[in-house]
């Protein structure tokens, strides 16, 4: 599918977002977390003249993993789509993104995803498990949101922010997994520690008998967390960003297209 570059289109700025969102979009494919074409990925844009909050979303209909910069469709906070895009958005998945970036300004970008092990902790009455250092670093700022259908309803909306709080992770009970970062490359690495998190508790409950890691311990983990932020001295993510759009370009380029 030839789809016209945006990249002389748009701003600098813009295009920048575009890039990474795409790239997010191909990595999640890449790890294995994408549910065909039904999760979404969103980023805010940086402010417009006008004033009105604009956000990058996925052609609904095309895979993760032939995302690119210029096939992302900006939208409106209700989801509708702005400018000349070809491309359909499924209006009903940007709900749950459109109620927490309306929460959250500080979220530049929301992921959420559909995966096996994060649906399987989602329906674990007791949710995530103080087992690997992986869920000490999440259980740190980590909310619960309970089902309530198809999130289409609008009623759901102050229940969902108020469960996300100031949280950077959230469970949606028996749905999946939602995490928020205030860039994409933040946002993704976020879901990783998250997905992982899932995954080494699923399999070691098929296992033995689990050892929790402390209350001691856990206590010290925003202490251990902050010195650690503070000593990388760059965002989250910013770090191990560039490798991966490394490993993206050796093996499925044209994201940045």
Known sequence: MKIPS?????????????VDLAACYRLVAMYGWSDLIFTHISAKLPAAADGVE???????????DEITA???VAIDHEGRKLGDSPFPVNRAGFVIHS???????DAACVIHTHTRAGVAVSAQRAGVLPISQQSTVVLDSLGYHDYEGIAVH???RARLQADLGSNTYLVLRNHGLLTVGSTVAGAFMLMYLLESTCQI???AQAGGELIRVTPAVLR???ETVRLMEEGAQQPPGALAWPALLRRLDRLNPGYDQ
């Not at 945006?6 to 575009?18: F, G, I, P």
């Not at 109620?99 to 300004?105: F, L, Q, S, Y």
């Open 99 to 105: 109620t927490v970036h309306a929460a959250r300004h």
């Open 6 to 18: 945006l990249k002389e289109v748009v701003s600098a700025e813009e295009w920048q977002v575009r």
């Open 154 to 156: 609008d009623d759901e």
């Open 54 to 64: 604009r956000f990058l979303i996925n052609p609904y209909g095309l895979m993760f």
């Open 201 to 203: 508790q699923i399999s």
């Open 220 to 222: 010290g983990v925003s």
């Open 70 to 72: 210029s096939s992302l």
